[in-house]
């Protein structure tokens, strides 16, 4: 059974049909890299996975289960990382870490070791004493990748999370992308760009104008 089945995808906001029938499988510990030009329709695909935007036709499952209706059971196999995300004035990396954890119910002693490993992940661990705004773009997007984390989600979706990030700060995504992928997760990642991806993902699936056009190996 596929990790995740996509069938017929319809979204419209208003008059402006976002998807129009996306449809795709994704296999347990698959690495899936969404590539599409902008406005293509990748991130209503995967809010819609998140449970964030409603689907005016077609079905999602995860595991097996009906994702368009339990959202509420989805969001704990699930760890989606949005392509923005709000920032918490006044909050130490640290804080912000237990906050999510605090979420799931992990609090205590076992919530700061798990913010303690997850926050050496992601290379913050000098870090969990700042003032979340006062972290670079970079280190920020790897803070909101280490809190998608923190209820062991067997599938992740991440929605561009090298956007905007200079060559090297993309590399330590994709390193630690890298290390998820070795630990067997799940993984849907979206970009503008293949190239970049090529090495991490396992397959590739190409949006166009709200439809699935390719679907296969990276070659
Ligand atoms: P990008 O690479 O720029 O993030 P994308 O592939 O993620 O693009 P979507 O954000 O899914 O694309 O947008 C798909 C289409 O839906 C676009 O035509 C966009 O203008 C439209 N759209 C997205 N969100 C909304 C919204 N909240 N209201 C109206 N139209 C929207």
């Known amino acids: 059974m596929a990790m995740l089945e996509v069938k017929d ?3 419209y906001y208003g008059v402006i049909q976002a998807l129009k029938g996306i449809s795709f499988e ?5 690495v899936i890299a969404l590539i599409g030009a902008n406005g293509a329709g990748k991130t209503t695909t995967m809010k819609i996975m998140a449970g964030l935007v409603q689907a005016d036709g077609g079905s999602v499952k995860i595991s097996g289960i009906d994702a368009l209706k339990e959202s509420r059971m989805i969001k704990r196999i699930i760890g989606y990382m949005p392509d923005f995300f709000g920032v918490y004035d006044n909050l130490k990396v640290m804080e912000y870490m237990e906050f999510y954890a605090s979420i799931y ?7 700061e070791k798990l913010c303690r490993k997850l926050m050496e ?3 913050l661990t000098d870090k969990s004493e700042f003032l979340v705004d006062e972290l670079s773009r970079g280190m920020k997007q790897r803070l909101c990748l280490a809190r998608c984390l923190v209820h062991d989600p067997k599938l992740l979706i991440l929605d561009e999370p090298a956007s905007g990030l200079d060559p090297r700060a993309r590399h330590g995504i994709q390193k630690i992308i890298k290390r998820l992928k070795e630990e067997k997760k799940t993984i849907i990642i979206s970009s503008h760009i293949l190239q970049e991806l090529s090495e991490l993902c396992t397959s590739v699936g190409v949006i166009d104008h709200g439809k699935m056009v390719v679907r296969g190996t990276v070659d």
């Open 9 to 11: 995808l319809h979204v």
């Open 26 to 30: 994704v296999n347990q510990g698959e």
């Open 105 to 111: 119910g992990i609090t205590g002693s076992k919530a």
């Open 121 to 123: 992940l992601v290379d």
